[in-house]
């Protein structure tokens, strides 16, 4: 008991003074999390440890920064961030990409720093930040909405979004739903059977480049893999009448009060759990965004995943910040919007991929900046894969990039094609071969990672950038 105690006073303690910054970084599946973290710690790990400034963006990295290193968590029941293994991959030779994100993460980095300005520089020359920083897979990330949504909502909603290639992706699960008699004793085996049905169906529209994709326990499932909380679906066929039909008649052993049951204790319990444990104390936010894959796929997968952009901001608080939310209510006083994979497309491109990812996201930014928070929105690779070069063709210079192709894992050069500045519409698709090889137009190919010496910094793209919005001013 005192040892919590003391835990929980140093928490305030280290809050009151503003010594502590808890970095949510956030994105859905496939966005680069685990990389913008692997990156982020390692970039500084290393300020004042190599020959040369990588971070010439981030003042604090020009001297303020005294030394940077990892230290223990305070919350010992969530995993550490395992940085070290990430590392490990990159500096395989060849080198690999770090693993994704399966379960929550944490780490805590100690960064000791000379006072620049400020009353505090008078009384204490020097200071230590603690900057703790979360991982969580972005399946799971997608649930919080049905926080706000009862069973008969959350049905609705993906009866909504069920069409084109989701209703076809689908149809023989549905077939077997609308066959199912609601109101009749429930049997547990076909429950999961359909139960896991669903999932494959969720499985596929992931396959298909779809990221708005619930419950996201069911394809990622992690300790809950098997449990009966998975095993229910939405009802997207029933009519209002039906809906009134069953709550008012269907018993508490029916098919249809199971279904019901299963996705409240679904939401009480897994979803508002995750929420509560990690989602009510973070300080500054980065939202990641790999805006060119769904380029790649097609116009309803590249929707889905604005959908699911937009979708992240309704369980974050955001507000100004001081002293007494920062002891007792915390809020987000910082955001950054980041599309990722910058280093796939030609320099000149960057600008618009920043556009489009602006865009993409213009709904919950506005939500966000009525709060009168900062915001920023950039483009980056956190692992830096390619090289930019000018090839000539034709008697021309033409701007290219060159990397590892992670396909057939060879040195390739290319021209990727022009990104987007803003939402493309339906003219768009319609022009773009976009399953096609020699696509004329676009073609955002992946990368492996480039080629390490051990204890080499990890090259990157405007990462100190990113360092410098979100941890710039407290150095002064």
């Keep these: 008991m005192l040892n919590i105690f003391s835990k929980e006073l140093n928490q305030i303690i280290n ?51 005294i030394a940077v290193k990892r230290v223990p ?70 649930d919080l909405p049905l926080l706000h949504l009862d069973f008969a909502q959350w049905s609705l909603e993906q009866a909504q979004i069920h069409q084109g290639m989701r209703a076809e992706l689908t149809q023989p699960w549905l077939e077997d739903v609308k066959k199912l008699d609601l109101s009749a004793v429930v049997n547990e085996d076909v429950l999961a059977k359909l139960a896991k049905a669903y999932t494959a169906y969720l499985h596929q529209c992931k396959a298909q480049g779809m990221q708005f994709i619930q419950p996201g326990r069911f394809v990622l499932p992690g300790e809950l893999d098997g449990a009966p909380v998975l ?15 069953l709550k008012k008649e269907a018993k508490p052993n029916s098919y249809f009060a199971v279904l019901n049951k299963r996705y409240d ?29 769904p380029l790649n796929h097609s116009r309803q997968a590249f929707l889905d995943m604005q959908t699911g952009l937009n979708r992240l901001f309704q369980n974050f608080h955001y507000g100004k910040r001081n002293f007494l ?32 990812m602006r865009q993409l996201v213009q709904e919950g930014g506005r939500h966000v900046e009525f709060e009168g928070i900062d915001t920023e929105y950039t483009a980056i690779a956190a692992i830096r894969a390619t090289k930019q070069v000018i090839v000539n ?66 090259p990157h793209l405007r990462m100190d950038a990113v360092l410098q919005f979100l941890l710039g001013d407290r150095f002064d």
């Design 73 to 142: 968590q305070q919350n010992l029941n969530v995993p550490r961030f395992d940085y070290e293994a990430n590392l490990t991959d990159l500096y395989r030779k060849p080198p690999q990409w770090c693993q994704s994100t399966i379960g929550v993460s944490e780490t805590r980095l100690a960064i000791r720093f000379q006072r620049q300005s400020g009353l505090l520089r008078h009384l204490k020359e020097r200071g230590t930040l603690y900057l703790d920083i979360f991982d969580y897979p972005g399946e799971w990330l997608l």
């Design 325 to 356: 939310n920062r002891l007792f209510s915390p809020r987000i006083d910082k955001l950054m919007f980041i599309a990722t994979k910058a280093d796939h497309i030609t320099s000149e491109q960057i600008p618009n991929l920043v556009s489009l």
């Design 15 to 65: 809050r009151g003074f503003d010594r502590s910054l808890r970095l949510a970084v956030t994105g859905l599946s496939r966005s680069g999390k685990t990389t913008f973290i692997t990156s982020l710690i390692n970039q500084l790990l290393s300020v004042n440890q190599v020959s040369q400034n990588t971070l010439p963006l981030f003042e604090a990295a020009n001297g303020a920064i």
């Design 231 to 245: 095993q229910f679906f939405p009802l997207l066929h029933l009519t209002q009448t039906q809906w009134k039909t």
């Design 393 to 458: 063709q034709n008697g021309k210079q033409i701007r290219a990039i060159q990397g590892i192709r992670s396909k057939d894992k060879r040195l390739i050069t290319l021209y990727p094609g022009s990104v987007p500045s803003k939402l493309p519409n339906q003219e768009f698709w319609q022009k773009q071969p976009h399953f096609a090889e020699n696509a004329p137009h676009f073609e955002f190919d992946s990368f492996d990672p480039q080629p390490l010496e051990q204890g080499e910094t990890i």
């Design 265 to 293: 204790y679904y939401r009480n319990s897994v979803v508002k759990g995750f929420y509560e444990n990690y989602f009510s104390t973070f300080d500054r936010q980065v939202i990641l965004a790999d805006c060119l894959t």
